[in-house]
Each structure stands twice: as C-alpha cells, then as structure tokens.
C-alpha cells in the first residue's frame, strides 16, 4: 500500500534536493580555472622631503587560478603594490625610473594564490619633486536637512576654516582650496555641531592636516512677524538742492520671516526702509520701497503695505 507524502515535507525535501544540486554546482565550477583582470593601486612610500608631482598609475594585472582563488579576490579589496623607491634613483632627481622587475616583485606579493599572466604598465618613470607646505582654505561639501518648518540660518561653519596641504610645488600650486568630505545630515530641528572627515583628491600625493574638522550650523523654526510703522526715509538724487521728495504714506507695514531666534533679537528700530529716486530719471510719480535688515541676521521680507509709494518732488522756497 503506498504511503501518502504530507505537501509540507515533499517541499522540505524538494528544497534540500536543490541546495545539494546548487552546492555540487560550485564544488565542480569553483574547482575549475579561469582568467580575471585586477586593477592594483601604487603607492609610493618616499623618504622625508620628496613628493610625487603625478598621481602614480594604476597596475593592471591579468592572472589565472581557480575559482576559489578568484572568488577570494573578488570578495577582499585588492591589494595596494607599495613601492619603495632606491636613494640612488631621488639622487639623480626629477624622475625615478620603475624597471620592469620591480613590478614583476610587487605584483607576485600582492597575489601570491594565483598564476600571473600578464601586467600593464610594465615599466613607469615617476615625477618626483621636492616637498613643500601651504595653508589653503576648507570647502564643505556636506549638506544639512533641516526638518519641515525649519531652515538654515547661516551657512555652516567650519573650524578650524583651513587646512595645511604638504606635497609638490606644481601640484600645490593649483590648489585653492580643499573639500571636505561628503554626507547629507538629515532632520535637523535645532543647532547643529558635528565632527567631519575632510576628503582628500589627491590621495598618495598630497596629504592634509589636520584630518577632521567640526562642522556647525544654525537651524531654527521659521516663523514670520509683522511689524506695523516702518518709517520711509526719502534718498533723493538731485543738482537742485532746494528740491525735497515727498511721500505718501511715509510709513509701511512690513512682515519679516526668519528663524525664531532671529525674529526675537530684531529691533525694528534697525530696520532701515527707503525710497530712492533721481530727478529726471525716476518720473512715474510711484515708486517700491527699499530695505535694509541687521546683517548678522537672517531674515527676509515677505511683504510690503502697500506695496508701492506715491511721490512728488517739492522745491522748498528761500526767504529773501
């Protein structure tokens, strides 16, 4: 009589027929050769004094193993060729001179599991130019996300502002400044300090001090306020100085929008609003008023009433 199999244990078993397949799989594949290209960096470590005028270039390996070798290369990260260049080649200057044996060497370090068909560039010549040191200021390149309803006030702050970079003349020469490293802080609600990495484009040529920064901002929630008697000073530009400018109205309402914060240090007594015109130029008789706000604050202005001013030029008569 035959035995009727419950569905949940034919799938067990389907399952694990299938892994067995998937693992003999790659015994069999893995077990076999096969051909694979790595890209190696070089880095050159020179003695005090000296500093490379050209990034180095990257050695382009192409090697034969099998596919567990392969398989461990591709997982780790490839491993950096270190050059250590002979006194002898820095005495004769400008140059050093990297033979083809010399790769040879570096490369059978780097990937000793594997058969090394062949390798490009086979030889290199290297710049090599005394080391020189200067202060460059820092470029931040990370972004604050302040949280819906919040905005950021000044823009961000670093300290220390600059960094000192030691490398080649001619390549420090066409540094003006240096970034730091990206990143993107997100709902920020309040004021903000945080360490940052500076970055480094030149990797292996120039190096920076110091390595991180504090990076600061100021967030604060937005609000607006209105403020409701802003007097107009009249700003005339005239060769009749007997010529006086009269305003209608010659007092505004303005709203202000800012950080929170800010709105609570604004004196309106500071907020300076103006109507500028020049005789012969300005002839429509309206105009929009102009405004000047504290400039260790972030505030803008959201709107006026009324919105444009009515003026005339009146010439004030001397007595006799």
């Known amino acids: 009589m035959a035995t009727l199999v419950r569905p949940a244990r034919l799938a067990r078993r389907i399952a694990a027929a299938f892994l067995c397949a998937a693992v003999l799989w790659c ?3 893995l077990g076999q050769e096969y051909q694979q290209t790595f890209e190696l960096p070089l880095r050159v470590a020179l003695p005090p004094g000296f500093s490379l005028a050209r990034r180095p270039p990257t050695v382009s390996v192409e090697v034969r193993g099998n596919g567990w070798a392969l398989m461990r290369r ?18 004769r200057g400008g140059t050093i001179d990297v033979k083809e044996e010399q790769i040879a060497q570096l490369v059978k370090g780097a990937l000793p599991d594997v058969q090394r068909l062949s390798y490009t560039p086979a030889s290199m010549r290297l710049s090599v ?7 460059v200021a820092l470029a931040p390149l990370a972004v604050v996300v302040p949280r819906d309803g919040f905005d950021v006030t000044n823009a961000p702050r670093l300290t220390p502002d600059s960094v000192t970079i030691t490398g080649a003349r001619s390549v420090l020469e066409a540094i003006t400044e240096w970034p730091t490293d990206t990143g993107t802080f997100n709902d920020v609600h309040g004021p903000f300090t945080r360490w940052l990495a500076i970055g480094n484009p030149y990797d292996g040529m120039v ?14 929630q937005i609000a607006e306020l209105e403020f409701p008697d802003i007097p107009l000073q009249p700003r005339i530009t005239t060769r009749d100085t007997a010529l006086r400018l009269t305003m209608i109205p010659e007092r505004v309402r303005v709203l202000v929008r ?5 709105l609570e240090r604004l004196d309106p007594t500071t907020i300076r609003a103006y109507l500028a015109v020049v005789e012969g130029v300005d002839t429509a008789g309206v105009a929009e008023p102009r405004f000047i706000l504290p400039l260790d604050l972030h505030l803008e202005i959201v709107s006026i009433v009324p919105e444009r001013i009515r003026y ?7 007595r006799e």
């Open 129 to 135: 130019e005394p080391t020189i040191t200067r202060r």
């Open 207 to 220: 190096t920076a001090q110091p390595e991180r920064v504090e990076f600061a901002a100021d967030v604060q």
């Open 27 to 29: 015994i069999v594949t």
């Open 258 to 262: 800012g950080g929170v914060r800010d």
């Open 74 to 91: 591709l997982i780790a990260p490839p491993p950096t060729l270190l050059l250590r260049p002979w006194m002898s080649d820095l005495e």
């Open 312 to 318: 005339r030029y009146r010439k004030i008569r001397t």
